[in-house]
């Protein structure tokens, strides 16, 4: 090695592979389990528990409606489904659309001020009698059967809660596309952090949790405005399992261009980091498993490179942007003289840092490819793929080195 940054570079590129080659390791081990889940066909609807869906809103009134919608359709016995939508001080036309439902069997509208969404959850899940309890974000739309196979997976007593398999609904922008691809690789990752029993996070669309849960840990947090993620670790410090239901797919929407992309981003990374500071006694910790000492490690430790990342590309931009000035001094306008570009693989630089990042890549593709497979033929397009490997890999460290400055000087952002 030449230089420091060559081996910070591999070492980096090293630890990714490392991960990426232990998850695969490890789907390919549990890949008759995980691909293994009944189908919704074989349960019996008379032995299917009580269940209730939280719907939490605030200026929902453009899609509520059809969220709700996807839960009326769910194939479950309506007598054992209870749906509470909870209006928390919306400003806009939320309540009416939520009162045109009333008509529904089992459907109440909970009306409150505004306190944010966890005392939304709270105040519901005070009041269900179910022996299951879930989530529905008010931009979300869940599949007919994907209720069914979420209770399946409560095969086992120790099973706490299920999470579904989230994707996005009705990308169109290329931005989009990319969070389509990102999703799939989240719904691989799911499956097998669940066999590892290192979850950290039940997402807000749908996942499902037995009632005792609440009574074991308390209610929901505002937790830095990811209630979802601190709920997990908190379920994980107390050793409750939970599970992952790759075939219970719930749809989402997501931010249409990179400033709304950069805001959600920045929350819950953010998020995740102050929840991981305040779990911080669980790192390294045997006691707390996989969870503690092998995912939340690599991952603060994956923050950390980044911000590594955007210092070497900083660096390099200040070299390029000098060594254009010095020569624009020698050779004044005529250094812009275009000139068509060659190409000869001889020159290639055949060095261990471009093997392992070719290497990291297509284990990347390979995240891709099994997670289209485990998503209910919700396969990415080779151009959403492409997209992905090309733009993801730029934007992702802006919002995860503002993540870590909001962590360092103790900053807090609203939700919206």
């Not at 869906?53 to 489904?81: H, M, Q, W």
């Not at 900083?314 to 000035?325: E, F, R």
Request: with cysteine; proline share 3%.
């Amino acid at each position: 090695m030449n230089s420091l940054r060559d081996v910070v570079t591999l070492s980096v590129l090293f630890m990714s592979l490392y991960f990426e080659i232990f998850m695969l390791i490890t789907y390919f081990e549990h890949r008759k389990k995980i691909r293994g889940i009944s189908k919704s066909e074989s349960s019996h609807h008379s032995s299917l528990p009580t269940v209730t869906v939280i719907v939490p809103c605030f200026n929902e009134e453009n899609t509520v409606g059809r969220t709700l919608e996807s839960i009326f359709a769910l194939d479950y016995p309506r007598e054992k489904l209870h749906i509470v939508a909870v209006n928390d001080g919306s400003k806009d036309g939320t309540m009416a659309v939520l009162e045109s439902f009333k008509r529904f069997a089992n459907f109440r509208v909970i009306d409150k001020e505004n306190g944010g969404k966890h005392t939304a959850l709270n105040l519901a899940i005070s009041q269900c009698g179910t022996e299951f309890v879930g989530c529905l974000d008010a931009d979300s739309y869940a599949k007919p059967d994907s209720l069914l196979r979420l209770i399946q997976r409560f095969d086992k007593p120790d099973i706490m809660a299920v999470v579904p398999s989230l994707h996005v609904y009705s990308p169109r922008t290329t931005i989009q596309k990319i969070q389509k691809v990102e999703y799939l690789i989240g719904a691989f990752m799911r499956s097998i952090l669940a066999e590892l029993n290192a979850m950290y996070v039940t997402p807000g669309p749908f996942s499902i949790f037995r009632r005792e849960v609440f009574d074991k840990v308390g209610l929901y947090k505002k937790a830095h405005n990811t209630e979802d993620m601190e709920m997990a670790m908190r379920m994980q410090s107390k050793g409750l399992k939970i599970a992952s239901a790759h075939d219970a797919v719930v749809f989402t929407s997501s931010p249409y261009n990179i400033r709304k992309l950069y805001r959600q981003r920045v929350r819950w990374t953010s998020g995740f980091l102050h929840n991981v500071r305040d779990y911080r006694y669980m790192l390294f910790n045997m006691n707390y498993g996989n969870i503690g000492m092998f995912v939340l490690p690599f991952m603060i430790l994956s923050s950390f490179s980044i911000i590594f990342v955007i210092a070497t590309i900083g660096y390099d931009l200040v070299n390029m942007l000098h060594a254009w000035y010095t020569r624009y001094q020698a050779l004044g306008l005529s250094m812009f003289e275009f000139t068509w570009p060659s190409f000869n693989w001889f020159f290639m630089r055949t060095t261990p840092i471009m093997f392992c990042g070719l290497a990291a890549i297509a284990a990347v593709l390979i995240f891709i490819v099994i997670g289209s497979r485990m998503s209910s033929g919700n396969r990415a397009k080779v151009i959403e793929i492409v997209s992905y490997v090309c733009l993801y890999s730029f934007i992702a460290p802006w919002w995860v080195a503002r993540s870590m400055y909001n962590v360092v000087f103790s900053r807090q952002l609203s939700w919206r």
